[in-house]
């Protein structure tokens, strides 16, 4: 069993839909998640950084952590064509020292 | 604020052959990272680099590649030689400090025929 595992997709979702990512994991020391989007050819930039347990919302994004199913969502409202990218997720147990996941691919239709 | 520069963006070379990877961080970042992210996959640590030392080489692979960061600033990452799964796109992130936020350059894409 992989470490980090996420759904690689290809996702695709029309305008305006609301957007479900997901990522479990195997490390239950994990308690620092982070979601990254990385447009073709670009580096990974950082969306949301949690800790622990619970929920964050920045826009139209909101991080979810279930520590006790070990699952971690990322969840896009209202998307648009420029949220086509891949999402990564990445955790770690001591803030530093990150495990990122394969990435899901997301199409966003006009 | 200029990001993370990283150069070439592309280099195509034959296996066994050696090749240099440059990078610079953002002006007064003290930490600096290297990725390796094969085809369909997450970014895989490296090395990490705080100011000219070395915090965790742990993932590299120290039989071909290697890597410095001479007076704390800019860095390479060599391989020496290259071999067919080297294949990937090598990623230089930099950080304020040990543990902040990581802004990640545009990535060298490596091919190794």
């Known amino acids: 069993q992989k470490e980090v595992e996420q759904d690689p997709g290809p996702l695709s979702v029309p305008e305006g839909a609301i957007v479900s990512l997901n990522c479990t994991y195997s490390n239950s020391a994990f308690q620092y998640f982070m979601w990254y989007r990385q447009y073709s050819r670009k580096g990974p930039e950082l969306l949301m950084y949690?800790?622990?347990?619970g929920n964050k919302e920045d826009g139209r994004f909101t991080a979810q952590v279930d520590k006790s199913s070990k699952y971690i969502s990322l969840f896009i409202r209202d998307s648009q064509p420029s949220d086509s990218a891949t999402y990564l997720c990445?955790?770690?147990?001591?803030?530093?020292?990150?495990?990122f996941g394969p990435g899901t691919r997301l199409s966003v239709l006009p | 604020e200029a990001g993370v520069a990283q150069s070439p963006r592309y280099k195509i070379i034959e296996k066994r052959q050696s090749v240099a990877f440059w990078c610079n961080p953002i002006s007064g970042h003290a930490t600096l990272y290297w990725y390796q992210q094969i085809l369909g996959q997450g970014p895989k640590l490296l090395i990490q680099f705080q100011n000219n030392g070395v915090v965790d080489d742990s993932q590299l692979p120290k039989d071909r590649f290697s890597a410095e960061r001479l007076k704390g600033v800019d860095s390479t990452l060599k391989i020496q030689p290259a071999k067919l799964e080297d294949s990937a796109v090598y990623l230089c992130a930099s950080s304020l400090a040990f543990g902040d936020e990581q802004f990640f350059g545009p990535g060298t894409r490596l091919t190794v025929l």
């Open positions: 949690t800790y622990s347990s």
């Open positions: 990445a955790m770690s147990n001591d803030g530093q020292n990150f495990v």
